[in-house]
């Protein structure tokens, strides 16, 4: 049994562990109950009714948060000579092909976004052992495998807060939607945009009701259960 600090059972006491509460109610309540030092990241997990052993039905993709995720993203670009101008000229923080390959090889990996144009996929493929655990591997499905002419448009979402979500082997998604100093109305807004992405995602096929359960937590917080009719009736901003 996880045995809590006096710090988190007193403020979890605040939580009524059977009650969904409406997303605006729950970001409200998160902030009140996250009482780190530092500022918390906020995050959202819902358990879908999806069989993951089932290819066709994994879910995966990106959303563009409305309010960002409150930190500074660190993006790498693996482009040659046609997009590494593009790209650097955009904000990218690194930009590179055979030398940004070798160093990452060497095992440097600091940096939270990594963009790669089709031309280079082929060359960055080794580098799939040491980048796809920490899930900053280019690829299609997630969108940063990038055309040259669409760097520039792929770095600023990724900086302005581009949010990953995919369902893992237990069929549950799990993804940021900001910091605990957020505004709650902030948080909201970030979070219907990225539940509009996921019902959007939902797999063809599936029986019943898509999410079975969602909760909102912070790095170091309780975790507080959202009504699901209220989640999915949220609309993203426009």
């Known amino acids: 049994m996880v045995k809590h600090s006096r710090r988190y059972s007193a403020v979890a006491e605040k939580v009524e562990l059977e009650k969904g509460y409406e997303p605006k109610e729950a970001m409200e309540l998160l902030k009140e109950v996250s009482t780190a030092k530092f500022d918390e990241t906020v995050e959202l997990h819902i358990r879908t009714n999806v069989d993951p052993r089932h290819s066709d039905q994994m879910i995966r993709g990106v959303c ?16 040659g000579a046609e997009g590494a101008e593009a790209a650097r000229a955009a904000g990218a923080d690194f930009v590179g092909e055979d030398d940004l390959i070798e160093k990452i090889e060497g095992g440097w990996t600091e940096f939270d976004i990594g963009l790669a144009t089709p031309q280079i996929m082929p060359k960055i493929g080794k580098l799939g052992r040491i980048l796809g655990r920490k899930g900053l591997m280019p690829n299609p499905r997630s969108g940063t495998m990038v055309q040259p002419q669409d760097l520039p448009r792929a770095i600023q979402e990724a900086k302005g ?7 893992d082997r237990a069929a549950i998604i799990h993804s940021s939607v900001g910091k605990v100093s957020f505004e709650a109305d902030k948080l ?13 995602d939902k797999p063809d096929g599936i029986k019943g009701s898509f999410f079975r359960s969602a909760f909102i937590t912070s790095t170091m917080g309780p975790s507080v259960q959202l009504d699901l009719q209220a989640l ?7």
């Not at 909201?188 to 959007?200: E, K, S, Y």
């Not at 999915?232 to 426009?238: D, F, T």
């Open 232 to 238: 999915q009736s949220l609309r993203s901003p426009e």
């Open 161 to 167: 807060g581009r949010t990953e979500y995919r369902t």
């Open 188 to 200: 909201v807004d970030n979070l219907a945009a990225l539940t509009d992405a996921i019902i959007r």
């Open 64 to 79: 563009s948060l409305p309010h960002g995720l409150g930190k500074t993203i660190r993006v790498v670009v693996f482009a």
